[in-house]
């Protein structure tokens, strides 16, 4: 079960955690992220294999959209929809044995289809797939190339691998306090 850590505030700034499915506590999510003040400095830790593409985009935007200054920190997954906010957050650390995994948008429907929705759905799927990919490509300062390689089929990166790709930074887990290794990358 997802959930969403209640925020806590520290000299560093607010702290939220995103664990677990996005989708099932979407506006839990979405409250949460309203409560912070908009362009405040803080820090996201993510532990979620995704969930929802739409509930991603609906954080990454929300993100974006308050001018949140946040940092963004794979505790252990961070994968699928959950890439969309963590790609949204400015600053980005991983250790190298945090796992994240791209792969092209699915489909699933847990309600009858009739014919004529199937084919919408498909037609939308195909934009939703580009689109997502697009925004990631641009949030992560990536070639689209290389985001496209590495979800088709799917890939799972670790923390090395996306650092040694430029879209994070690495943090060593022994290397003394992380939040002192944060606080040492400048804003």
């Not at 362009?39 to 308050?66: E, H, K, V, Y």
Request: contains cysteine.
């Amino acid at each position: 079960m997802g959930r969403f850590e209640h925020q806590s505030h520290s000299p560093h700034g607010w702290e939220i955690a995103i664990a677990g499915d996005l989708t099932e506590k979407q506006s839990d999510l979405i409250e949460k992220l309203l409560e912070v003040a908009p362009r405040s400095r803080g820090t996201i830790f993510f532990d979620s294999c995704g969930g929802s593409a739409f509930t991603g985009l609906g954080l990454a935007t929300l993100i974006r959209m308050r001018g949140l200054k946040a940092a963004g920190v794979v505790l252990g997954e961070c994968s699928s929809a959950a890439l969309l906010p963590f790609a949204a957050c400015p600053r980005r650390y991983v250790t190298a044995h945090a796992s994240l995994f791209f792969h092209p948008v699915r489909w699933s429907s847990e309600e009858d289809v009739i014919l004529e929705e199937a084919a919408e759905w498909t037609r939308h799927f195909k934009v939703l797939e580009n689109g997502l990919d697009q925004i990631l490509a641009r949030l992560f300062n990536l070639p689209i190339e290389t985001l496209i390689s590495w979800s088709r089929p799917g890939r799972f990166l670790t923390g090395t691998d996306v650092a040694e790709a430029g879209i994070a930074q690495l943090l060593d887990l022994y290397g003394g306090d992380l939040r002192d290794q944060i606080a040492g990358h400048v804003w």
